[in-house]
């Protein structure tokens, strides 16, 4: 019988000094080097691995990728469920507890490729909020995943059925979604600062801006305001141009310095992706603030 190695340990870190770490199974965008990074994790190794006992499932209307775990009788003939093994600190495990705090961290079993099966922590939705709804992933969603996986070293089997899978074209640029044009009459310039300060607390509402346009986010419920608090409490900014892109991160499009390091092209694109997100409806738009665009 295979050693099974615990989800939790001790790693030196300086001859002072030891940091409890935890190996955390990375299933999508995570398995990607620089959406990791760019969300402050700094893992401190990376390794291929399959999960036991789980498959991904993609949901909801923009195809989000899931661990779901497989019922006892259920056989998983299909395919094996492939992913990266991030070693982490606690430090980090607290960062990714923030950002997946819609899901519930929890203990599976990972092997390596060598055979050795850890403990591992894979974030999985409660079964009561779970979107039952299949999806089909986005383009730039898997370009994600087969960028990471080939970095860090996946099964080329497991590489090429993520490229087979059924996936929404990214978008052309004249067809983007938007929330609607500005109207100077009706739509008044407002600073970040004052668009940072509606942050859906003690009855005020919860604002953003993208694209050089003042949203006010409706129906705010957890589900809505996780992305706008964590850009608030991560970066001090309500700018979706300086937040967006580090956790929907595109290949094609880059990660822009800031907001004014944007494309004309990149900010809409943002912006399609925040109507995609909230729906139509999911925002209005009440004002605007200064933007400039990076050239082309």
């Given at each position: 019988?295979?050693?099974?190695?615990?989800?939790?340990?001790?790693?030196?870190?300086d001859?002072?000094?030891?940091?409890?770490?935890e190996?955390?199974f990375?299933?999508?965008?995570?398995?990607n080097?620089?959406?990791?990074?760019?969300?402050?994790?700094k893992?401190l190794?990376s390794?291929p691995?399959?999960?036991l006992?789980?498959?991904?499932?993609?949901?909801?209307?923009m195809?989000?990728?899931?661990?779901?775990?497989c019922?006892?009788?259920?056989?998983?003939t299909?395919?094996?469920f492939?992913?990266?093994v991030?070693?982490?600190t606690?430090?980090?495990?607290?960062?990714?507890?923030?950002?997946?705090h819609?899901?519930?961290?929890?203990?599976?079993?990972a092997?390596?490729?060598?055979g050795?099966?850890?403990?591992?922590?894979?974030y999985?939705?409660?079964?009561?909020?779970?979107d039952t709804?299949?999806?089909?992933?986005?383009?730039r969603?898997?370009?994600?995943?087969?960028?990471?996986a080939?970095?860090?070293?996946?099964?080329p089997?497991?590489?090429?059925?993520?490229?087979?899978?059924?996936?929404?074209p990214?978008?052309?640029?004249?067809?983007?979604?938007?929330f609607g044009?500005l109207?100077?009459?009706?739509?008044?310039?407002?600073?970040?600062e004052?668009?940072?300060?509606?942050?859906g607390q003690?009855?005020?509402?919860?604002c953003?801006?993208?694209?050089?346009?003042?949203?006010?986010?409706?129906?705010?419920?957890?589900?809505?305001?996780?992305?706008f608090?964590?850009m608030?409490?991560?970066?001090?900014?309500?700018?979706?141009e300086?937040f967006?892109p580090?956790?929907?991160y595109?290949?094609?499009?880059?990660?822009?310095n800031?907001?004014?390091?944007?494309?004309?092209?990149h900010?809409a694109?943002?912006?399609?992706?925040v109507?995609?997100r909230l729906?139509?409806?999911?925002?209005?738009?009440?004002?605007?603030?200064?933007?400039?665009?990076?050239?082309?």
């Open positions: 019988m295979m050693e099974i190695c615990s989800t939790n340990g001790t790693s030196s870190v001859n002072e000094s030891t940091t409890t770490f190996y955390y990375a299933i999508a965008s995570m398995m080097p620089t959406s990791i990074q760019k969300r402050g994790i893992p190794k390794q691995a399959i999960l006992d789980y498959k991904l499932v993609f949901f909801g209307s195809g989000y990728a899931e661990a779901i775990p019922p006892p009788d259920e056989e998983v299909s395919s094996e492939h992913g990266v991030h070693t982490v606690q430090h980090d495990m607290n960062i990714l507890n923030e950002i997946e819609l899901y519930i961290p929890t203990k599976a079993i092997q390596l490729y060598d050795t099966k850890i403990s591992v922590i894979v999985c939705r409660p079964p009561e909020k779970q709804t299949k999806g089909i992933p986005q383009e969603y898997l370009d994600i995943m087969i960028e990471g080939i970095h860090y070293g996946v099964k089997e497991y590489i090429e059925s993520l490229k087979k899978l059924e996936k929404e990214r978008p052309k640029a004249n067809v983007f979604l938007s044009p109207v100077p009459d009706k739509h008044p310039i407002m600073t970040l004052d668009v940072f300060n509606q942050d003690d009855g005020r509402p919860l953003a801006t993208v694209n050089g346009k003042v949203l006010q986010i409706q129906d705010p419920t957890p589900e809505r305001i996780g992305l608090r964590n608030r409490k991560m970066l001090r900014t309500a700018a979706l300086d967006l580090k956790v929907i595109d290949p094609m499009y880059g990660i822009p800031n907001r004014n390091d944007c494309t004309r092209e900010a694109y943002l912006e399609h992706l109507v995609k729906g139509q409806n999911g925002a209005i738009v009440i004002g605007s603030v200064e933007q400039t665009y990076k050239e082309t």
